[in-house]
Structures are given as C-alpha cells and as structure tokens.
C-alpha cells in the first residue's frame, strides 16, 4: 500500500466559513462532480440534480451552510476566489428563480428547499459526512455520485482510496522523506540533521519549486493576517439565529483604550508598544482567536487550520509570536506554517481531523498540537521537543465533544478557540522547559490514543447536536 502523501497546502487550504466539513469539503464535492461531468462531455445533458445529505451533514448541515455550500459548488463558484460578500445574493436568486446555472453554463430546474434533502436519520458506513448527486439526464438515464467530507476540507469519492489527492488538487507523489508517524518523522530528522520545517520543504519539492512553496505559505499567513484583522475591526451579530454578539472588535478597541489603526503594521506596532505581561499578552491572544471565528462563522474567508472549526487557533499562536516574540520575519513565519502542517498531516493519516469522526478533540485538540509544535520549533526547541510540545497540548484536549448549539459553529466553538490557543502556548512552554528523554507519553502514543477515544466516543457528541451544550441550552430559531 503506498504511504499517503499530504502537502502543507492539503493541511492549510482557503476557503469559506464556517466549516470546512460541511462547508468547504461539500462545497469541493461539487466542483469535483462537475468536473467528472465535462471530462465525460456529460454535463449539457443534465436536466436535474438532487442533493441527498446524509448523517452529520443532514443533522448540523443547516447551521453549518451545507445546503448554500453545495448551491455555490454545483455553480462553479470557486471557494478560493468567490466573493464572500456575495454569497447571500447568488443563493437568494437561486431560491428566487428555482434555477441554476451548473459550471456556470449550463441551466437546469433547481430548488434548493425541494432539490436538498436532509436524510436526518439516515448515516453512510465509511464516514458521518456523505452526500450523494442524483442526476437525471436526457434520454431518461440517472446516475447517483456519491462523496465523502473526511475533514479538514478534503473529499473523496465511493470507492476512491483516501489520500489520493488533497482538496488543493496536489497529486500524490514520492517524497524524499516519507513520514507516517512521529517516530519516523524523529529519525528522519536525526539521520539527516534537518529541523522539522526544513525536512518539510524538501518534501514539498515533490511538487514545487522551493521559491513557489515559500510564495505559497506566505500567501496563506496574509489571508490569516486579513481574517484576523478584519475580525478585530467588525461588529454586530454573527447569522444564523442564536444573536451571538461579536466580541473581538469591543476587545481591541478597549485593550486599545480607544485608538483605532486602519493598516496591520500600524495596530501590531501599538499592541506591542503596550508591553507584554502576562494578562495584556493573554488578552490579544484570545483577541486573535475570536477574531477568526468570528468571521468563520459569518461565512467568512478562513483557512483551515486544519479545519475551518478551529481556524482561529494556528493564526492567534502565530499572531503571538509575530507580535510578542519578534517573529515578524518571512522566514519564521514560514517555518511556524510548514512545522504545524507536518504535525496536522501526522494525525490526519493515523487519526482523525474531523469533529463528525472524533468529536472537537479532532478539531481544536488537533490544532492546538500543531500550534505548539510551530512555537515550540520558531522559539529554538530541539526536535523532541517540538514533538513533546505537540504531545502535550493533543494530551489535554483528549475526549473533547463536538456538541455545536443550534448546529452552529458558535456556542462553545468560537470561546474553545482561544483554549486551544493559550493551551498551546502553554505545552510549548513546558516543553521548552523540560528534558524529552524522559516523557512518559510520545506524540504517537497520544495519537493512537486520540483515535480510540473518537470510536468509543457516542456519535451524540460527534458533531450532531444531539447531545451536550446543543441539547442543555434552550434557543428558538428561526424556521429555515
């Protein structure tokens, strides 16, 4: 069986909120449907498409904009690039008109409330997240295309092996340095001498030149830097019914005492010029956080870190390096991004990153460890520390559900942010401070742990709203 192969750009993909599994991943499930379409010259002779919606993605798939996900994918929108201010008019008109342009070509009958079922008690056996195209074409023929949403934005197809190809179209392909788990990842290091992010970027030479990965994570930390931004500078309240209030502007503005800065380099030179103690750096720190979420959950542009659930974890942990720690420097932060990648892939091919497989200890736990690792490494520590970091911040998240209110990535996801964020900092600086030799627990160890954990976990606590917060808090919303 050949060993998978994830790129950091698999790990950290742009997108739109609020979750890249129920979101972004069917989202990306219908750009791929379509693509099969004009491959086989089979698109102009389409007359329907039905989208059937299956286990979690049925059960939170309203508060998580599945259903408007999928109307922009079988559009040919792309979630990169399409204008997130607009997704409100395109899916109006949509359920306006009842039609469609598939690909943005080709129209056909579409309503959205008669053309997306919700099969609410109906689950597919290979993953929670499924969702299946039924077409209609002329002459009479159907055919059903059935997907899956595996986390972290990545899709496959029925019958397609796993990790085949990453959402961001990056083919498979031999490394220099094939890492399966953190035992490999520790001896590769060892024999070749190579910090963690540095065996990464041979590794990516698989794919691209060293000058296009560099412009490639650069880019990905500007559209985390302008999520974090935009969500420290916008009020009001998030959609969706729950009236949750936004909390990251108010924060700034008082931890500001008032001022107000239109560029970034201006507003990171005031928050560091008011020190770093303890309660100030704590502060930003969630500051950031929120600022992420916040947008995610406004159908904002994210990137999934390594999901769209836990956005804002690797973003405020990076924030607080550029910021408090002088990292803000193009080759630091590039070193953070491509650390926390190889720590996100790790669990992604020997565990889970999806809250539907193994609840949010998949989501924030996971990102947490991937942060902690990246501090950890751009702060000086050794490779085994490093992999202690990561270990220790995974450690304390084991066991945590996924049990979002109203089927919303709000209540308690935005606020879990800001622990993963200071949790890990925290395993970061534990690490830095003690002798890996003797760790009683490795980074695999917790792994596998994690693992077990999601299987034994009820599927109430697995990103359904049936249990929890989701079903122990009162709330009234409005009829979809």
Not at 298 to 305: D, I, L, P
Not at 382 to 404: K, S, Y
Request: charged share 20%; net charge negative.
């Amino acid at each position: 069986m050949a060993q998978e192969s994830i790129s950091v750009f698999d790990i950290f993909k742009i997108g739109v909120g609020p979750s890249s599994s129920h979101t972004l991943g069917p989202w990306r499930a219908a750009l791929r449907f379509l693509q099969e379409l004009e491959t086989a010259s089979r698109l102009d002779a389409v007359e329907r498409v039905g989208v059937l919606l299956y286990g979690s993605l049925a059960k939170t798939g309203h508060g998580h904009g599945t259903d408007i996900a999928v109307q922009l994918g079988l559009s040919g929108d792309d979630p990169v690039t399409f204008d997130v201010n607009n997704i409100n008019a395109k899916v109006n008109d949509i359920r306006r008109m009842k039609k469609l342009l598939l690909n943005g070509r080709h129209e056909i009958d579409f309503d959205p409330l008669e053309d997306i079922e919700f099969l609410y008690e109906e689950s597919l056996p290979f993953h929670p997240n499924a969702l299946t195209f039924l077409v209609s074409f002329s002459g009479g023929e159907q055919q059903a295309f059935t997907w899956y949403s595996t986390g972290g934005g990545f899709v496959v197809k029925e019958g397609e092996q796993a990790g085949v190809a990453g959402t961001a179209g990056i083919a498979s392909a031999e490394l220099p340095f094939p890492v399966d788990n953190a035992r490999q990842l520790l001896q590769w290091c060892i024999k070749t001498g190579y910090s963690i992010s540095e065996l990464v970027m041979e590794n990516e030479q698989a794919w691209r030149s060293e000058a296009a990965t560099r412009e490639g994570v650069l880019h990905i930390w500007e559209v985390m830097r302008d999520c974090i931004f935009r969500g420290c500078h916008t009020t009001g309240e998030l959609p969706g019914g729950l009236r949750v209030a936004r909390r990251a502007a108010a924060l700034n503005k008082k931890l500001l005492q008032g001022r107000t800065y239109h560029d970034f380099d201006s507003w990171i030179a005031a928050i560091r010029g008011g020190g770093n103690h303890f309660a100030y750096t704590l502060d930003w720190v969630s500051c950031f956080a929120l600022a992420v979420n916040e947008e995610n959950a406004s159908f904002g542009r994210v990137v999934t870190a390594p999901t769209n659930g836990a956005a804002g974890v690797i973003p405020a942990v990076l924030q607080y390096y550029i910021t408090f720690c002088d990292g803000y420097q193009p080759a630091k932060i590039i070193q953070f991004l491509l650390t926390a990648s190889e720590i996100g892939s790790i669990f992604k091919k020997r565990s889970t990153i999806s809250a539907a497989m193994g609840g949010c200890q998949a989501e924030i736990g996971v990102s947490s460890a991937m942060a902690a690792a990246a501090l950890t490494e751009c702060l000086g520590g050794a490779q085994r520390q490093v992999l202690m970091a990561a270990e220790i911040a995974m450690e304390h998240h084991l066991g945590l559900t996924c049990d979002p209110i109203g089927g919303l990535v709000q209540v308690p996801c935005i606020e879990r942010n800001t622990m993963g964020a200071i949790k890990a900092i925290t395993a970061s600086q534990l690490a830095l401070q003690s002798n890996p030799e003797l760790a009683k627990v490795s980074l695999d160890a917790v792994v596998k742990t994690m693992w077990e954990t999601a299987l034994d976990m009820n599927s109430k606590y697995k990103e359904t709203s049936d249990g929890g917060l989701a079903v122990n808090i009162p709330i009234s919303l409005p009829e979809c």
